[in-house]
């Protein structure tokens, strides 16, 4: 990836191959180099027994094929693997079925006077380097530079991160290590990332660029006037010859250490809407096409439900820009807590969609997954301190607002913003529309404890309260985000503050309401500020799931928070890594400008997810921290939530101790995630480790009995819709 | 109560570090404001003793000045400079200074461009090469532009498209700088607008009879420069404080930066 000249387009608008349709033909685009490189067309005629020479599309830049794919120019492309253009959710890999293309990982290459003279000293810590590099990592370092990062800080960065760069405890004496980068970006990021290593560890080392590609670092290699370069294993073999590297660079003075697991290899893409329709998945699928006749290029199916023709916020002309955003994601995967008055659960577009604790047995009155609330299998009623949980809407406005944000494509009624979605209904509101903030801080702890990544608040209280400020937070530090109505006065909350709309936190977005037909003017009733109020969403005449079980038009911002909730949650299931902050800065810089009196604009779901999909946080790149977000005991068990923040690389796995006596260890995993122990004490302790066992980040927190989860309810201002 | 939520706010973003750990710098706002900062905070940890923690969320410059008002942030990322409507606390500190080019393929080296013709372009009245003095060319042109809300779409809208131009030009959409100039480094026919920093590999031209150069930037002779900094409610304390007057006198602050930018 970024080799020279590399292009990595993201086309924001489709150009029309309509013209082709009565000469369909699968093209491959492809740098000039094909025609020579085994893994090109050698290859495809060697092993896949097809020549793709008359569908060749030339690209001058080496790695353009993606924007190739986006420009209609081709229906394959070649894409080296460290492009994050690859984790586009529109694009596939296609699949290697008969082991043509040879792997190409990342490799130190190394002077053998220089490993001789420093000994294995060395070649541990450019080992440790490279362990941490893998193909996904490699493709986020790659987007820290499309973004507009140096290099040497991206490289130097990651280091830090994974504690192996910064100030070393000793200098090395020694000769000056010199390392040369290929001319282009990632081999520029590579370089200054194996510096920061030796670096960290008290080598002297400095970068320089070769000026040149492959042969100019072999040539300076032989020449000595660099100690190491980092290569690419596969195709440096083919270009010295030979069977073994090793051996190959022997002839060099240089020898290559231990491979990455990061690969930058040739690969063969396509859009998946047109891989789907051509039937094409692996490699000797093109059989088919390039051996005989040409085949012909399809569109995705649009979701089509009954009554969606009368949902003008989704329609093609709504700048929401909903139709592409499916074609990229559909909220697969990602739980959006609503919480509200309940939901209508079996209502026929929200049933394939409801959010189910796995961890509790319904109805047995226990609670069986001991997280403070009985039977919790749907989610949680906080507008009475009853253990058990009714979920029923007896007013209306929490089904609407699950509806806009996942309404199945089923074919049937509407469809909901992010149709794959899950809704987690936490009920805040009874049936007059009435709760108290105790409540709503409750109930945003349940949804960050229970895994929601994003949370609707389309309601409004009538005072601040610091509780749920203080459950905004915890949301934070737990990944989450905070959606909330800007409220219903069509006033400017700049000047009259309307809580929860106007907390001041990164994780809280502040939505306006906007009108039919296309939802560039401000609905009349919305609340708006320039400072208060980050986004405007379709909000006026909005037609969703009833409590009845049919159908309704509702209006209101507490239409629109749900609109810019279902967007997250495309996002968030675009790209699992990113968290609430990271949500929140995407919404805001990919929202088209307008002249409505809010900080960023209209949502745009189309680019919220493009951007999504190969977004790199800037806190990922920061050293691990841990937090204890909550210990709490019951009986002789304990349960401990931990969050690991930060670049969590180099973390092989955790250590939990009750007071000071070690009493689990485990894996690195996905974060947050919760440790049951089988033991109860005062204080828990969590490490984090490396792979040589040295404590990379640690957290501890006072272990507190469980209580009812519903201590919250009643309690607090009033709250409303 | 809003100043305590924030705090809070501010505490979680940094990970609720334990009280005895480095303070943290947050900010938010444009994002090409913020690959020059989080740039510059790499080089500073490694620069100072003690240094500071930093969270860098994203956005735009207005979202960025509005998250540093309301005290979400302790300062916004901008690529502008204060403008009437801003709130009338929040100071400006300039880390950089760059400008906005009109750019076209090398193969393509027209010389320079009116005011005249650029309105012609955006008004859809040009479209072949063959209309504009100084081109080699004869097929049509392909604009290439950025999103809107993009800092550099809003120089360019601002500096060199008249507020009675009609917007009749359909230009091919991408979402950065570097996106747009890998894309008009292919593209013989391409003519497009990119950030000072992105020109090395296409060809910029004379706007007006002034070249956009480090120079006629500096000197304020080209009409299309914009400076990137940050915004704070009131001057800068603290740990911010002693960042921004690192970046802005330190030689290795100033080598970062002139990697793309014209240091302040």
């Given amino acids: 990836m970024l080799r020279p000249g590399a292009l990595a387009a993201v086309l924001l608008v489709v150009v029309s191959t309509a013209a082709e349709a009565q000469t369909p033909r699968v093209r491959l685009a492809a740098a000039s180099d094909c025609q020579q490189n085994r893994n090109c067309a050698p290859g495809l005629r060697r092993v896949y027994g097809i020549d793709p020479t008359a569908s060749l599309v030339r690209l001058k830049v080496a790695d353009a094929g993606i924007q190739a794919l986006d420009d209609g120019l081709a229906e394959v492309a070649v894409a080296f693997s460290s492009n994050p253009q690859l984790s586009r959710p529109d694009v596939l890999a296609l699949r290697d079925d008969r082991h043509m293309i040879s792997s190409d990982h990342i490799v130190p290459i190394v002077r053998t006077s220089l490993l001789e003279r420093y000994g294995p000293a060395l070649r541990r810590r450019l080992d440790a380097a490279s362990r941490l590099l893998t193909t996904l990592r490699l493709r986020g370092l790659n987007q820290e530079v499309i973004d507009g990062r140096l290099p040497e800080a991206v490289g130097g960065e990651f280091m830090d991160a994974n504690a192996l760069g910064g100030e070393p405890a000793h200098r090395r004496s020694g000769p000056r290590i010199v390392i040369g980068f290929q001319s282009f970006a990632e081999n520029e990021t590579l370089a200054h990332m194996y510096a920061a290593a030796l670096r960290g560890a008290g080598f002297r080392a400095t970068v320089r660029d070769l000026h040149g590609l492959r042969p100019k670092a072999v040539s300076e290699m032989r020449a000595g006037r660099i100690g190491m370069w980092p290569g690419y294993s596969g195709s440096l073999l083919g270009y010295l010859g030979g069977t073994s590297l090793k051996r190959g660079l022997a002839r060099i003075g240089a020898q290559p250490l231990a491979l990455s697991p990061a690969q930058d290899r040739n690969g063969f893409a396509m859009k998946r809407d047109v891989a789907r329709a051509l039937g094409i998945a692996k490699l000797s699928d093109l059989a088919r096409f390039w051996a005989k006749a040409p085949g012909s290029r399809g569109a995705a199916r649009a979701l089509a439900d009954a009554r969606q023709g009368e949902q003008w916020a989704v329609g093609p002309s709504s700048l929401l820009d909903l139709p592409g955003a499916w074609k990229l994601s559909q909220g697969a995967g990602v739980a959006v807590a609503v919480v509200d008055s309940g939901t209508r659960l079996d209502h026929s577009d929200l049933a394939p969609n409801v959010w189910t604790n796995f961890g509790e047995v319904p109805g047995n009155g226990i609670d069986d997954d001991n997280n403070g609330f009985v039977d919790d299998v749907h989610g949680v009623d906080l507008t009475t301190i009853a253990p058990q949980q009714d979920l029923s809407d007896g007013n209306g406005h929490g089904t609407h607002v699950a509806g806009i944000i996942a309404a199945a494509a089923n074919g049937r009624g509407v469809v909901g913003v992010a149709p794959r979605a899950k809704i987690m209904t936490v009920k805040v509101l009874d049936a007059q529309g009435r709760g108290t903030t105790g409540a709503v801080a409750d109930g945003i702890r349940y949804a960050v404890a229970n895994g929601a990544r994003i949370i609707n608040l389309s309601l409004k209280s009538e005072a601040p309260d610091p509780r749920v400020d203080a459950a905004i937070a915890e949301a934070l530090t737990a990944r989450a985000l905070v959606v909330v109505a800007a409220g219903n006065d069509g006033t400017d909350i700049d000047r009259t503050p309307s809580y929860p709309a106007s907390v001041p936190a990164p994780n809280l977005l502040a939505v306006a309401a906007t009108a039919p037909a296309e939802g560039r003017g401000l609905a009349a009733f919305s609340n708006y500020g320039v400072l208060s109020v980050q986004l405007a969403a379709p909000g006026e005449e909005i037609l969703s799931t009833s409590h009845d079980g049919g159908f309704v038009v509702e209006s209101g911002t507490s239409m629109a928070a749900p609109m810019t909730s279902g967007v997250a949650a495309l996002m968030a299931s675009a790209n699992r890594r990113i968290g609430g902050v990271e949500l929140r800065s995407l919404l805001l810089q990919s929202a088209t400008r307008s002249q409505l009196p809010v900080a960023a604009g209209y949502v745009d779901a189309l680019r919220a997810v493009l951007a999504a999909s190969t977004a790199v946080g800037y806190d990922a790149s920061q050293p691990p921290r841990l937090q204890v977000l909550q210990a709490t005991s019951k009986g002789g068990r304990t349960l401990v939530q931990l969050a690991a923040l930060g670049s969590t690389a180099a973390i092989r796995r955790y250590v939990v101790t009750l007071d000071g006596r070690r009493v689990a260890r485990m894996a690195a995993r996905a974060s947050p995630f919760t440790v049951a122990l089988r033991r109860k004490g005062a204080r828990v302790g969590v490490q984090a480790l490396d792979a040589s066992g040295r404590t990379l980040a640690r957290a501890q927190l006072r272990v507190q009995a469980l209580r009812s989860g519903k201590r919250g309810a009643g309690r607090g201002g009033r709250v409303g819709t | ?264």
């Fill in chain 2, 1 to 264: 109560m809003r100043w305590a939520a924030a705090l809070a706010a501010i505490a979680a973003l940094a990970g609720a570090a334990p009280a005895h750990a480095a303070p943290t710098i947050t900010m938010s706002g444009s994002v090409v404001t913020r690959a020059l900062v989080a740039d510059l905070a790499y080089f500073y940890r490694h620069a100072v003793r003690d240094p500071p923690r930093f969270a860098l969320a994203g956005g735009v410059s207005a979202t960025g000045i509005a998250d540093a008002e309301r005290g979400v942030v302790s300062a916004g990322m901008v690529v502008r400079g204060p403008l009437p409507g801003d709130p009338a606390d929040l100071v400006f500190t300039r880390l950089a200074l760059s400008g906005v080019c009109l750019v076209t393929n090398l193969a393509n080296p027209v010389p320079a461009m009116t005011r005249a013709e650029v309105q012609d372009i955006v008004a859809g009245r040009v479209t072949s090469w063959s209309q504009i003095p100084g081109s080699t060319r004869t097929d049509a042109i392909v604009p290439i532009g950025l999103a809107p809300g993009a800092g550099t779409w809003q120089v360019f809208q601002v500096s060199f498209v008249d507020v009675g131009t009609p917007l009749a030009y359909a230009p091919i959409t991408l979402a950065t700088d570097l996106q747009a100039r890998d894309y008009i480094e292919q593209t013989p026919a391409a003519f497009g607008y990119l950030d000072l920093s992105m020109t090395g590999a296409v060809h910029a031209m004379r706007y007006e009879g002034v070249g956009c150069t480090r120079a006629a930037i500096r000197s304020g002779a080209y009409p299309a420069a914009r400076p990137l900094g940050v915004v704070t409610r009131g001057r800068p304390r603290g740990a911010l404080a002693r960042f921004l007057r690192w970046a802005t006198t330190s030689p290795v602050a100033r080598r970062v930066i002139a990697t793309r930018y014209l240091p302040v």
